[in-house]
């Protein structure tokens, strides 16, 4: 019986139906999930007994004989029940790429300024490839690390990529082939990459950096700028958004986080969520605002993405509707 807990936790997981499996899933990081993920998707095959030794009481849940095999329909659904569809199909394509980019997994481990500093004397093409890999925010935090030049070019080189072809799989893992010690290569181009990348690196970035980058682009190329705008969504951009749908976020949002996000907001926008809301609702969100004392702009900000995480999750249901290109309204 194997004595990695990762491998226990995983084998666990497997004998689980995927909506109790989402229900842990959903109690763990990203770090964790994805790690997990990674192991389910290359368990081999599990006698009973060693079932049995995992589950216990729970053996009920396993087919009597029958070992557990890694089902990759099985874990896509799981992970898309604890995650959503957008977080979830980011891990996915990177767990079932396998040892297509076995190097970038070591990133994932690294503070943002030591990953920066492994990465920044290679090649844009190379760094871009390695970024479209991450999470939007830790791909930010990269960023930012970067000498303006160079974080440029990389951006132009995202924003115009798109796919991930297997000679670059290739440089890139030769790139880290420090972090790790096995290398391998793709045999199909990869789906990632683009306008829509970049914009959502960009909403992690924070506005000094998004400015800088944005006019970077737009001196390159400006309609390559005015598309990767059209794809950002930032928490100022509720203001455009109709009464009914941004009463239906408003119902999703907690109020001690709605202040916090509210306190970096323009007056215009504070207007709009108060006529959102009921008469004693809106007077005790205002007296909630002037109680509230200084806030560090990193609370701002953290609380702001977490409310845009559900209006993201809400235009996906198609539950409301978002303020789309020249005016008019459309899902995203």
Do not use: C
């Not at 497997?14 to 790690?35: D, T």
């Not at 053996?59 to 604890?82: F, H, S, W």
């Not at 455009?240 to 970096?264: F, Y």
């Amino acid at each position: 019986m194997s004595e990695d807990p990762v491998e226990r936790a995983a084998l666990l997981l497997l004998s689980l139906g995927p909506a109790e499996a989402a229900e842990v899933l959903k109690n763990l990081g990203p770090k964790e999930v994805q790690k997990l993920g990674t192991v389910m998707a290359s368990l081999p095959p599990k006698p009973r007994e060693e079932v049995e030794e995992v589950l216990d009481e729970a053996i009920q849940y396993v087919q009597r004989g029958a070992p557990i095999e890694p089902d990759p329909d099985k874990i896509r659904e799981m992970l898309t029940q604890a995650l959503g569809d957008d977080k979830a199909s980011h891990i996915i394509a990177r767990i079932m790429q396998g040892s297509d980019t076995a190097a970038i997994e070591s990133l994932k481990w690294l503070d943002p300024a030591t990953a920066a500093d492994l990465i920044k004397n290679e090649h844009p093409q190379i760094i871009a490839t390695i970024l479209v890999h991450l999470e939007f925010d830790q791909a930010a935090e990269i960023l930012k690390h970067f000498p303006e030049r160079l974080r440029n070019e990389v951006i132009l080189r995202i924003a115009t990529l798109e796919g991930v072809q297997p000679l670059a799989l290739r440089e890139l893992n030769e790139a880290l082939g420090n972090l790790l010690a096995n290398a391998a290569s793709s045999t199909k181009s990869k789906a990632m990459g683009g306008v829509r990348h970049v914009a959502e690196i960009l909403n992690f970035a924070g506005t000094q950096l998004e400015n800088e980058v944005i006019e970077a682009v737009r001196e390159y190329d400006p309609d390559l700028a005015q598309k990767i705008l059209d794809e950002m969504f930032v928490f100022e951009n509720l203001i455009d958004m109709d009464d009914r749908s941004l009463q239906t976020v408003l119902r999703e949002v907690q109020n001690d986080q709605l202040v916090i996000a509210l306190k970096g907001a323009s007056q215009q926008l504070r207007e709009k969520v108060f006529r959102n809301m009921s008469q004693r609702a809106a007077e005790m969100l205002r007296e909630d605002l002037e109680a509230k004392g200084p806030v560090r702009v990193s609370e701002v900000e953290a609380a702001q993405k977490e409310i845009l995480k559900i209006v993201r999750r809400l235009a996906d249901e198609g539950t409301i509707m978002m303020p789309g290109k020249g005016g008019e309204e459309g899902f995203i």
